[in-house]
């Protein structure tokens, strides 16, 4: 590989600004790149329906021999504050000046992948088709994978089954296979307004409804696959007025559908508890933010890549993880996903940094993987 362009690439990218639902720049800057490789390219104009303004980038670079092929993939989108980001050479390490995220998640995702395309074009190596998937707006709720309209993709521009998403926190070595399945969910009590100092008891506080209902959830670790944890509770009345509305807002997450809907109906069950008690009503919501990600082939894929790595004197951990990614979405559309570390720290705090040594690992290691098959 090229080091030097490595960091040159890297560093122009994280100065692009592009944070969750503004990547257009950026977009516009990797189409270009991709296309100068001599990549065909195939925008999803998914961001019109959630407001963003960056498609989702597919690209493929025709393999000079043939087999099913691989797709490599990572987003686009770096988490606030983005702007003017001044990347700091340290070492071994890129750095901010700690007023500003880097970026290393997921632009090192990237800064390989490109190094990786380049690479490969300029070698008589043989290798199979090598898609390419970049998408804006995963660390908003994984809008740009939930909005791609797969009916328009062409059919020889869809990617092949096996993903590598370049986008683990962590060394070179580390590969994600399993994570959670991920639900939001928003209540609204609903009580009765009085005068607190006058005729209280003509009203249903709102907020009492809430703490009931709260203080008979199991909140946490459920069990050994499902957590949950309350965001929000939100009421603003003075405090002479009994609060008629009040609104709680949580999620449970977890690797078993059924672990997940009987927490959560183990919350609505709360719910009535305070309306029994109280009087009032509510309105419970839960919405499905990811689906879970498992293996689709029995953790051939996985191993098959651990391979890789150990036999460049790189140990491999395969790891079940507690977030969630682009990879959830694709596992739901078929694909069979892996998560691998690239060498970012401490992501989305302004104390973000990139260790290159890892970085140039997964480079190799995605070489040697792709030219194996």
């Known amino acids: ?3 030097e362009r490595v960091i040159n690439n890297f560093i122009e990218m994280v100065k692009i600004y592009s944070p969750s639902l503004n990547e257009k720049e950026y977009s516009e800057y990797l189409v270009k790149y991709l296309e100068k490789l001599g990549l065909e390219v195939y925008l999803d104009l998914g961001y019109k329906n959630y407001g963003g303004n960056a498609p989702t980038i597919f690209a493929k670079l025709k393999g000079n021999i043939s087999g099913l092929g691989v797709t490599l993939a990572a987003h686009m989108d770096v988490v606030e504050p983005c702007s003017n980001i001044n990347p700091i050479i340290d070492g071994d390490f890129i750095k901010t000046d700690e007023t500003t995220t880097l970026g290393g998640d997921d632009k090192g995702g990237i800064a390989a992948i490109l190094e990786v395309l380049e690479s490969l074009i300029e070698t008589t190596e ?8 970049l998408t804006p707006c995963e660390e908003n709720g994984m809008l740009g994978a939930k909005n791609i309209d797969w009916s328009k993709v062409p059919n020889h521009m869809v990617p092949a089954k096996d993903v590598v998403v370049i986008d683990n926190s962590g060394r070179a070595g580390l590969i994600a296979h399993t994570a959670p399945s991920k639900y939001d969910f928003k209540i609204t009590f609903k009580g009765k307004k009085a ?19 709260i203080s008979n959830m199991n909140i946490g670790r459920i069990d050994n696959l499902t957590t949950s944890n309350l965001g929000t509770i939100h009421s603003e009345f003075p405090s002479n007025v009994v609060a008629d509305l009040c609104v709680v807002t949580g ?11 009987e927490t ?6 709360a719910c009535k508890i305070s309306i029994d008690k109280l009087g009032g009503e509510y309105f419970f919501e839960k919405t499905c933010i990811f689906p879970t990600l498992k293996p689709t082939d029995n953790l051939v894929f996985a191993k098959e890549f651990a391979k890789v790595y150990e036999s460049m004197g790189i140990s491999t951990e395969l790891q079940v993880i507690g977030g969630g990614s682009d990879s959830n979405i694709f596992a739901e559309k078929g694909y069979n996903s892996i998560i691998i570390g690239v060498g970012m720290e401490s992501v989305h705090t302004v104390n973000e940094k990139l260790d290159t ?10 070489k040697k993987y792709i030219i194996k098959i």
């Open 195 to 213: 005068h607190a100092g006058i005729e209280p008891e003509k009203g249903i506080n709102a907020i009492a409804l809430a703490g009931i209902s």
């Open 251 to 261: 999620e449970v997450r977890g690797h078993s559908l059924d672990s997940i809907l």
């Open 264 to 269: 959560l109906n183990s919350y609505e069950n």
């Open 126 to 133: 043989k290798y199979e088709d090598i898609y390419v998937l």
């Open 1 to 3: 590989m090229n080091r």
């Open 357 to 366: 040594r890892e970085l140039f690992k997964t480079i190799d290691v995605l």
